[in-house]
């Protein structure tokens, strides 16, 4: 059952490869932020969202009490160890110590060169790209959807 999960997710975060960055968007093709990303996933698995959304500024991490994403992911999604995350899992990013997490992927089938990541890059597009150096030490939560 978990891994038919996890195929499910991966399938569906890949229809949203090369969908334009766009600061709260949800939408495959149309454009997408990393939590958008993850919420056009759930949407597609599950129906509706999983809950309310207010909106957010593009500094909401920095300026919000406590740790919203990571609160979030634990309300929706069960908790995983990093060593068993798996591709089709959700993966969040604090970029320093004691900070909040600030970003979102999913994990991608691994290459070659090792494992990557589905996510929306400001600025670009949802890509796959490698989980290596900065970004595997910036792992702060691995979830795997219900």
Excluded: K, N
């Excluded at 978990?2 to 949203?16: I, N, P, S, Y």
């Excluded at 766009?22 to 939590?35: E, I, M, T, W």
């Excluded at 300026?63 to 068993?84: I, K, M, T, V, W």
Aim: with cysteine; proline share 8%.
């Amino acid at each position: 059952m978990t891994g038919d999960r996890r195929v499910a997710a991966l399938h569906e975060a890949r229809r949203f490869l090369g969908t334009p960055y766009r600061h709260q968007g949800s939408r495959a093709g149309v454009g997408c932020d990393c939590l958008g990303l993850v919420r056009g996933v759930w949407r597609r698995l599950y129906g509706g969202e999983p809950e309310a959304l207010p909106a957010y500024a593009a500094d909401w991490a920095e300026l919000s009490a406590g740790d919203p994403l990571s609160e979030a992911a634990r309300r929706h999604f069960a908790a995983l160890p990093p060593s068993e995350a798996r591709p089709g899992d959700l993966v969040l990013f604090r970029w320093r110590d004691g900070r909040p997490a600030r970003h979102c992927a999913i994990l991608d089938e691994p290459d070659a060169a090792g494992p990557r990541i589905l996510h929306a890059l400001e600025g670009a597009a949802v890509v796959s790209s490698p989980l290596a150096g900065a970004w595997a030490r910036r792992i702060c939560g691995s979830f795997l959807f219900p």
